[in-house]
């Protein structure tokens, strides 16, 4: 029963997303704008409210509807909205597979977003880059709509276009490994990539993955220990 009374609530929101079709860019434009605000304010206090932390939860719910969750008329759930807030208040949570935890895991990005200092990403790292690839084109439409600039860290990017990305507005995706790598290198010679250009070494507010496996099972690897 409980089940189809959400197939029903899904298809009347999709029915409605159908037929206002001309509303969803200039929803999207509002949420863009009231979100460079947020950022804007946040930064000037240097600290978030509780009362922004639940707008931007309704914010990245409008813009999953008319994003990832149009054509089956999904909203987030209110479990996966509770995680997005626990990790965009750097906390630790278990979410079980098949849970929606990348679609979660942006909702926390972007609270992470608001709260960086200008000019640094928040990052999220994931086991391999492979995995950081699918997790980020899983959820581009969405920070796209809602005005979050998005990108991979890539071993192969020059250090021109690796500096650009990292010091820059919006969230990175990178392979754990690829991170720490690049950090290595950087500190041990260019300190160009994760410093600023007063030779200031940034601070990244960084969403990990699979923390028990990358702080436990991989533990003993040199750039964990690093």
Known sequence: AENREKNKESGALRRWILRNQHVIKPVGKVIQERLQTLREEISNRGSMLESERQEVLALMNLGFMFTIGKDGGFTYRDGQLLVGAALGDFSVVEFG??????????????????????????????????????????????????????????????????????????????????????????????????????????????????????????????????
Do not use: H, W
């Open 97 to 226: 597979t098949g849970e929606g935890k990348t679609y979660t895991s942006a909702i926390g990005l972007v609270l992470q977003y608001l709260q960086s200092p200008k000019g640094q990403p928040a990052v999220q790292l994931v086991t391999t880059d492979t995995f950081a690839a699918d997790n980020l084109k899983e959820v581009k439409k969405l920070l796209d709509f809602v005005g979050v600039g998005s990108g991979k860290l890539d071993a192969n990017m020059s250090d021109e276009d690796k500096q650009k990305l990292l010091q820059s507005d919006g969230i990175v995706y990178s392979g754990v490994s690829t991170f720490f790598f690049e950090y290595l290198k950087d500190e041990g010679d260019k300190r160009k990539i994760f410093y600023n250009k007063d030779g200031v070494q940034l601070q990244y507010m960084i969403n990990i993955d699979e923390i028990d496996s990358i702080l436990i099972d991989q533990a003993a690897n040199a750039y964990i220990i690093s």
